[in-house]
């Protein structure tokens, strides 16, 4: 089936490349307005009904009007002279906020742009003052709008509302200063920008300079990127698509991984491509550039295929995660990846036909067979030093995994992120308590069908004010029908900090559960109380995600490679592998820059990304070691052979993906997530696949392909398919 849809590719290259265009240009240009309708924006919606802030989410929503998607931004007020807030400072803050909550906020749109393309959040947003400081050196107004804060066009009524209520305080003598989950998400976008832009274009210029130097062509440096632009276009479309058949909502942020996932892939798919049809048009010069295209797209495309499936089976694992953060990325990446599979076995091949030798223009190294350089070099050293280079790779990756000893998971944000928002909470912190401007909040509703009564409650109330870590406890709140009710706390400790997780899933909690009165149910909802049960969720995750993902790659691997024990070495190289990219992790940001722990995603995103991308060099340099030994001579030759072959793709390649996610170290919050990823793929590029895996093939010789092991066959010699290299061996 492979060898057909190439097939069918080179010979219609031009219908496949037009078609292929027309699709990437329509749907990327859809895509903003068809994700715009299935991204979620709330965290907390993604935890599973069963879990109490979930329940706490539902009361605020069907009891309190609480919009699903609000995030509210805090407003601090202050005279400019630093002196306390009168009496008419306050009527004039009033006044000043119920002007603001009068008009509605446009969203600012680029010019020339189609007002289809992306929706429209323009709003009115709900302005209420808050607290007042028991100093009177500030008051807190609420600001609430609809919306996800990392939706650029919710973030542009945000910069609106921020410059016309500055502007409107400063004219009646008050300075303000704005935090919340929005306001730190815009300002660290805003103090990045320049960051970000400059590592988009690096990360560009990387994969560009990287061909040109391997190539020595301008078309194919920049032919991979064109195509997986196209190719990507499509999948984005594709996946928003499958999400709003399915009712699926996706994470805001997926579509940006998508997008840096899609760019590492295509462009290593295409590169494989070209290095080997390269190879063959070296060694059968005579032969029309299309059939060569479509020999060489047969061949290769079964190792894509093959590492591209690896991928879908491990992110598909994550459809069975109760965590619908996890649920939602997997069958997105799936379904993203699976385009890319058929742009790499229909366009790709298409452009190789197309363009035949003339993509490698202006080089001349067609015309004749290079000398071994530092690849054929290096192959004959792993033949000759396997077990020194066995050694010295499990010695390294062993030093790295080491570093996971004591690793703590981190579900917070908090910390000083040194933005304005940062600063504007620290200044309200100083003179209340840290979780003023996001409280925990408990929800009382009546079970018997009764009203409820705030005197009912107040013994709950009293219980959490004297919860060691309950700064202060606000007044109870019941809703239009009395059938339900509210107790927000304050927290001394941030609300994104473990400290608040802590506090909000054990003594907080448990003084609800003691204190509840009969015939009533309480639940904790609040930005701590989510991630504490966040917590939970991931752990239940990962030990069900992990061994069925491991299942399923290692299927995939038997049944690639047909063999017993070469998946079961593969495996156990990609598990040190991700063990040392989690140590190597857990040592720089948790015991080296004192950081509270790793990210709580990070175990999950590099078992996925390093072992099923990782895997795809392993499938490249082991299907390539197979074929050379099914030529004549020593096994230790064959694999020489086959890592002079694959070390140009595989480290090229490898340092294209490493380079991409790098790049998403200009997006706040992910350091942490771009270290690793880019240290895992170079980890699983050149240690695994280019030393590891190359040395136990050298080492276990035919032996690695128990108990189907690959037969040597006579090849012929002639003038058009040169004879196997012989590397002496000792």
Known sequence: MIRALTGFSTRHAWKVIALWAVLGLVLAGLSPMLLGRVTQAQTGDFLPKSYDSAAALRIAEEQFGVKPDATTVTVLVARNDGKALTDADQRRIEAEAAELGKHRVVMPRKEDEPAFLTPDRSQTPRVAPAMTAPDRSFELVS?????????????????????????????????????????????????????????????????????????????????????????????????????????????????????????????????????????????????????????????????????????????????????????????????????????SLTLMPALLAACGRKIFWPSRSLRREPRGGVAARYGAFVARRPLVLLLGSVALLGALAAGMTGVRMDYGQGGDSGTAAAATAAEISRALPAGVSDPTTVYVTAKDGGTLDPARLDGLSRALAEVEGVGQVAGTVLNQDHRAARIDLFLTADPQSARARELASGPVRAAVAAHTPAGTSAHVGGTAAIFADISAAVDHDLRIVFPVAAVLIALILLLLLRSLLAPVVLMLAVGLGFAATLGAATLLFQHVLDEPGVNFTLPLVLFLFVVALGTDYNILITDRIREEMHHPGPARAAVARAVRHTTPAIATAGLVLAGSFASLATTPGSEQIAFSLTLGILLSAVVLSLALVPALAALLGRALWWPLRPTPTPLPTTAHTPAPTRVPVP
Do not use: C, W
């Not at 502007?167 to 815009?186: C, H, I, N, P, Y």
């Not at 942020?253 to 998508?258: G, V, W």
């Open 143 to 343: 600001v609430e709008l609809t919306g996800s804060a990392v939706d650029e066009g919710v973030q542009e009524v945000y910069r609106t509302f921020r410059d016309s209520a500055r502007a409107q305080f400063a004219d009646a003598g008050m300075r303000t200063g704005f935090t919340g989950g929005l306001a730190e998400t815009v300002d660290s976008t805003d103090d990045n920008r320049t960051a970000a832009l400059v590592g988009s274009s690096l990360t560009i210029g990387l994969i560009v300079l990287l061909n040109v130097l391997v190539f020595r062509s301008v078309l194919a440096a920049v032919l991979p990127l064109l195509a997986v632009t196209f190719i990507s276009g499509v999948a984005t479309g594709a996946v928003a698509g499958a999400a709003e058949l399915t009712g699926l909502k996706l994470d805001v942020s997926t579509p940006s991984l998508i997008s840096v996932v899609l760019l590492g892939i295509g462009v290593d798919y295409l590169l494989f491509l070209l290095f080997r049809f390269r190879e063959h048009l070296r060694a059968r010069p005579e032969q029309p550039a299309r059939e060569a295209a479509a020999e060489v797209s047969g061949r290769v495309g079964t190792a894509i295929t093959s590492a591209a499936l690896t991928i879908v089976a491990a992110f598909a694992t994550l459809g069975v995660a109760t965590f619908g953060q996890f649920r939602s990325l997997g069958p997105a990446i799936a379904v993203a990846v699976l385009v890319m599979l058929l742009g």
